[in-house]
T-cell receptor, first 115, second 110 residues
Framework: GAGVSQSPRYKVAKRGQDVALRCDPISGHVSLFWYQQALGQGPEFLTYFQNEAQLDKSGLPSDRFFAERPEGSVSTLKIQRTQQEDSAVYLC?????????????FGPGTRLTVL | QKEVEQDPGPLSVPEGAIVSLNCTYSNSAFQYFMWYRQYSRKGPELLMYTYSSGNKEDGRFTAQVDKSSKYISLFIRDSQPSDSATYLCAIMDSNYQLIWGAGTKLIIKP
């Protein structure tokens, strides 16, 4: 497909479980972003990759959140010991360049519900 | 105070009306201003972006930036039911990262 894809689309986890969310960016896109979007809110920045390098992880809310992009393409966001406050939609976006007014292309998101 | 403020709505208008959506921001150094549209259970998609002050028009959509008052607007003319969505303003900071408003839910009634 030509767009950003994310899997799974929906994930239900029991409190304390670990989850892994996958993002397949548009082929060739250098930049990749993860956002967290709570219900009725705008996206909140989590982390940013340029190729395989994680250049900014200032938005990760705790050390339970971990992201990687080992080969500079697919990225995984992992949440350990999930808590109810982690329930949100997790959005991935990719961008062709590293700066300037380049558009970010978003995937459909993974809706995480922690019971 | 958040860096970008946006009224979450919902805003409900009849089909054909002119819609005005707005955001305010706090950092006068911001230069790139964007409007994204997000349909239910989808990711945001870029509608328009504007650099610095002024107006930009694309079909039924007009984006306006007033840097003196730190105020950005999106106008939709001849609104259609298919325009019903959440509209998010986003501002690019000096590190090319986006700072988002909360989004305004827009409902166009047929």
């Amino acid at each position: 497909g030509a767009g950003v894809s994310q899997s799974p689309r929906y994930k239900v986890a029991k409190r304390g479980q670990d989850v892994a969310l996958r993002c397949d960016p548009i082929s060739g896109h250098v930049s990749l972003f993860w956002y967290q979007q709570a219900l009725g809110q705008g996206p909140e920045f989590l982390t940013y990759f340029q190729n395989e390098a994680q250049l900014d992880k200032s938005g990760l809310p705790s050390d339970r959140f971990f992201a990687e992009r080992p080969e500079g393409s697919v990225s995984t966001l992992k949440i350990q010991r999930t808590q109810q406050e982690d329930s949100a939609v997790y959005l991935c976006a990719s961008r062709p360049g590293t700066g300037g007014a380049y558009e970010q292309f978003f995937g459909p998101g993974t809706r995480l519900t922690v019971l | 105070q958040k860096e970008v403020e946006q009224d979450p709505g919902p805003l409900s208008v009849p089909e054909g009306a002119i819609v005005s959506l707005n955001c305010t921001y706090s950092n006068s150094a911001f230069q790139y201003f964007m409007w994204y549209r997000q349909y239910s259970r989808k990711g945001p998609e870029l509608l328009m972006y504007t650099y610095s002050s002024g107006n930009k028009e694309d079909g039924r959509f007009t984006a306006q930036v007033d840097k003196s008052s730190k105020y950005i607007s999106l106008f939709i003319r001849d609104s259609q039911p298919s325009d019903s969505a959440t509209y998010l303003c986003a501002i690019m900071d000096s590190n090319y990262q986006l700072i988002w408003g909360a989004g305004t839910k827009l409902i166009i009634k047929p």
